[in-house]
């Protein structure tokens, strides 16, 4: 009875596991997509950034869920990829904070239409190059982590028993 419990929560919490993992994986990347685009896109300054914002921030309230369920595990597991997770976690916060930043700035209002270029590029050199970097070192890290992830979860998938790739 004992033995059926243990391996009943062993698979259970690798199939936890799995799930926020790849759920993580997907929405960190899609949050660096989304802000990569706006550091990128002049068109975006020029527009309604709100509706990046909300965007980013919808997924970043799901992202949180992900971070706190997958931490756990990997804290069991390996305390330097568990660290390392958390940081690029933090990342991602980050990079949205510094990209709201470069928004605001380059989207600020003048009375004259060729006012926007300046904007932009005031913008540009205050925060947008920052966040550019940010978003390099993030997608760098998902990578990275991405990669060593990978043997956990090949020994998650052997536990549930079926492969969630």
Same mark, same amino acid.
């Given at each position: 009875m004992l033995t059926w419990l243990a391996e009943w929560r062993e698979k259970r /919490?690798? /199939?936890s596991f799995l799930k926020n993992i790849f759920a993580w994986?997907?929405?960190s990347k899609g949050v660096s997509? %989304? %802000?990569g685009d706006a550091l990128y896109d002049q068109k975006i300054c020029t527009s309604e950034i709100g509706l990046v914002l909300d965007k980013t921030d919808r997924q970043l309230f799901a992202l949180a869920g992900y971070i706190s369920d997958a931490r756990g595990s990997l804290r069991r597991w390996d305390l330097d990829l568990a660290q390392r997770f958390d940081r690029a976690s933090s990342n991602i916060y980050r990079l949205r904070n510094m990209t709201v930043r470069f928004l605001i700035r380059c989207h600020a209002s003048g009375p004259f239409a060729d006012q926007g270029q300046i904007y932009y590029y005031q913008a540009l050199e205050a925060t947008g190059f920052k966040a550019r970097q940010i978003r390099t070192e993030v997608e760098q890290e998902l990578k990275s982590i991405w990669l060593e992830l990978q043997g956990w979860i090949i020994q998650a998938e052997k &536990? &549930?028993?079926e492969s969630w790739a």
């Open positions: /919490q690798a /199939q994986y997907e929405t997509d %989304l %802000l &536990v &549930v028993g």
